[in-house]
């Protein structure tokens, strides 16, 4: 018998009592403990505490606490990081890849936010399955390197395979598990504890492009990026120990990806809407440093603009978690993005320094909304058992939108001279996407109203 097939199913957690009460048993021999996590409840465990421990999430504790600490972490280390992108874009077309077209110099930024979600479908089942801590602090250490390999990057290949794919990957196998765990340890008040985890990313795309604004004129490429990577290794090392998963593993049906999930009309509505937004919603945040410049913006503060942005983003996620949890998350995607649609389609039309801050501001309290709250719909879309399958489905699904993005953008940049055809392109992306959020929240509870 398969290490899968010794996993408790769901029925026996539950306790149902329509099979044979020896398949209840949960027999966690030495073979299972090396497989999976030494979280997984002691074998002398009763059927009655797996149960209390799937259905009441606990909502708070030292233990989920500093879980929601560990994922904030790792995504100050991996979104926060790919959120940074545009101070690289910038730098990367002005001094270290200057003959290279910027839609080509793109790619390495939309590559990496892509690989942010497409491993999410094996990551998300590995979970489910138990393998999590060692494919977890295997990423760690690969990301840490990456960033260290990035110093000696001089051309454009080498910053597509180090910073890409490299970075991207490993940044895809930590975030899926992390997000996974803080919905094990909360339920009533998992909407306000994901919008503190998504901190994270507003805290390093603020740290990350203020710190590469002060040490690239006075240290250089090489040694800024070794300063990072020795940031991302003390981040990642306390992600690591912190983190802990609450409920054992489950072999829920199916294999690493479950086509079924797709007929529920929700939550495939869901996924096609997340595409649409990832199509365009990357846009500004890439190209807003070129064009402040453009329009006379000194290049040393058209830096801290994404550091503006995403300061401005820490109000939007904490607003919007707290908004999740009283009127439902998708209705409060919808609103948050909606305001991003409309930004993205009026930031290539800013005259002067004044305007751009203002468009940056609102752009950045809205965009941390859609981040901060995105797989609360996946996992409420299905059952407990398969959360980590469906959350890794859709943000697989909709990668595909972040790594098309901006190189569109680029390209339509490149063709017509300016900012405004590549704002329209990405707002009514995201104004679409935004159409089919609603469509989603009909499917779902059966109408519009409610959460």
């Known amino acids: 018998m398969s290490d899968s097939d010794k996993l408790p199913t769901v029925q026996s957690l539950q306790g149902i009592n329509s099979v044979p009460e020896s398949k209840y048993t949960l027999s966690y021999e030495h073979k299972l403990e090396v497989a999976f996590d030494k979280e997984i409840p002691d074998e002398q465990a009763s059927q009655q505490t797996l149960q209390t421990h799937l259905s009441e999430a606990p909502d708070g504790g030292l233990r989920a606490w500093l879980s929601v ?7 100050f280390s991996t979104f926060g990081f790919s959120n940074s992108w545009g101070v690289f874009q910038a730098y990367y077309e002005e001094n270290l890849l200057p003959h290279t077209p910027p839609s080509t110099i793109a790619w390495i930024g939309s590559t990496q936010y892509a690989l942010t979600y497409l491993p999410s479908l094996a990551t998300g089942r590995l979970f489910d399955l138990g393998y999590f801590k060692l494919p977890f602090f295997a990423a760690s250490c690969v990301l ?71 040490l690239l004129p006075s240290i250089g490429f090489r040694w800024t ?53 990832l199509l365009g919603f990357y846009t500004e945040l890439t190209y807003i440093s070129v064009s402040a410049v453009k329009i006379g913006v000194s290049k040393d503060f058209a830096f801290y603009l994404i550091a503006i942005a995403n300061a401005a983003s820490i109000l939007g996620r904490v607003s919007s978690g707290l908004l999740a949890d009283r009127i439902g998350a998708l209705n409060t995607m919808a609103a948050f993005t909606a305001i991003t649609g409309i930004t993205t389609v009026v930031w290539p039309f800013a005259k ?36 980590g399958r469906r959350v890794g489905m859709f943000m697989s699904v909709i990668g595909f939108g972040g790594i098309a993005g901006p190189p569109i953008s680029g390209a339509i940049r490149t063709a017509t001279g300016g900012f405004a055809a590549a704002g329209y392109f990405s707002g009514g992306s995201i104004m679409f996407g935004v159409v089919l959020l609603l469509v989603a929240k009909y499917f779902h509870p059966g109408r519009l109203g409610g959460k």
């Open 225 to 277: 990026m070794r300063i990072f990577g020795f940031i991302l290794m003390a981040a990642m090392g306390m992600a690591n120990i912190f983190l802990k998963r609450r409920l054992p593993p489950v072999n829920a049906r199916g294999g690493l990806f479950n086509p079924k999930a797709f007929r529920n009309k929700a939550y495939f509505t869901y996924c096609l809407s997340g595409v649409m937004i």
């Open 69 to 75: 600490f560990a994922t904030t972490l790792v995504i």
């Open 352 to 387: 002067d320094e004044s305007q751009l801050i203002a468009i940056v501001v609102i752009h950045g309290f809205s965009i941390g909304a859609y981040i901060s709250v995105f797989s609360v719909p996946a996992v409420e879309m299905g059952e407990m058992e398969d959360a």
């Open 144 to 214: 840490v390197a990456c960033t260290f390999l990035a110093a000696e990057c001089t051309q454009f290949w080498q910053l597509f395979l180090i910073q890409g794919v490299g970075q991207g990957l490993c940044c895809g196998f930590l975030f899926i598990p992390a997000l996974v765990v803080i919905t094990q340890w909360f339920s009533k008040r998992r909407g306000l504890a994901l919008s503190i985890t998504a901190l994270g990313a507003a805290l390093g795309s603020i740290i990350f492009p203020v710190a590469a604004q002060n």
